[in-house]
């Protein structure tokens, strides 16, 4: 296997939490997946919500600079918990025809986050 791409970004969580604030549920519907929407709900409950809803944009984010081809649609790019609790990128519709296309065999992904930013990293592996 060979790299296909590398995406990485770091975002400030209270910038996120300000456009959330703005937008709300239109913001939701345009870059979460309606899973990620409900699990979202559900951190906001316990403070955390921002710090989830910023570390998935900087994944989707990673994964849009990794594929580097034309814009991808995010609600799309799903990050779900595998069975050690670590996250894994999952791609639906338009974005896994994408992948699938690029040869794109493997696809892995980090998620950091501390009281003030979140950051993820995404390497993308080809065939």
Known sequence: MAIFGLGVDIVKVSRVADVFTRYGERFLRKYLHPEEIVRFKAYRQCDDGYHFL???W?????VQKAVSTSRLFYPEIVIKRGDRGQPLLVFEGEVAETIKRLNISKAHVALSHDTDYAMAQ??????
Do not use: D, N
Request: charged residues 35%.
């Open 122 to 127: 995404v390497i993308l592996e080809r065939l």
């Open 58 to 62: 900087a994944a989707k984010e990673s």
């Open 54 to 56: 910023a570390s998935r």
